[in-house]
């Protein structure tokens, strides 16, 4: 997996935030992450959604019955760097829950429906995060 990701950070960074492959015309961001164990800082390009002035962050790990391991070190670790296209940040993430969780989820669906699939395959709750510029 470590291959698979470095080559779509590299082309993502090589190409203004584009890449080819499965995520052609995806929306995809690059969320640097401090690891909750090792205190490692880890690139991990992820999938996303543009909501006001924020970006939620889907955490489907292709609809694998486990959370990605970045969801727990974005839960330990809420502050980050963001690549978006060729502009980077600080920010910080929290997990979007109960009701608001679900309404946003009906958005990612209709903007991206191969996340109705993951959601289907699966019988966790697939987890969403709002990450806001940090201040």
Known sequence: ?????????????????????????????????????????????VAFLPDGDRI????????????????????????LTVEVGTETYAATATEITGA????VFAKVVAAMPGFADYAAGTERLIPLFAVTRAN
């Not at 291959?3 to 961001?29: L, M, S, T, W, Y």
């Not at 939620?56 to 502050?79: E, T």
């Not at 608001?100 to 309404?103: G, K, L, Q, V």
């Open 1 to 45: 997996m470590q291959d698979f990701n470095q080559k779509i950070i590299e082309e993502f960074r090589a190409n203004g935030g584009k890449v080819g492959g499965p995520f052609e015309g995806a929306n995809v961001v690059l969320m640097t992450i401090t690891g909750a164990k090792s205190g490692t800082k880890r690139v991990n390009p």
């Open 100 to 103: 608001e969780r679900d309404e």
């Open 56 to 79: 939620v962050v889907i955490a489907s790990n292709g609809g694998s019955d486990r959370n990605p391991a970045w969801y727990h070190n974005l839960k330990a670790n809420p502050d």
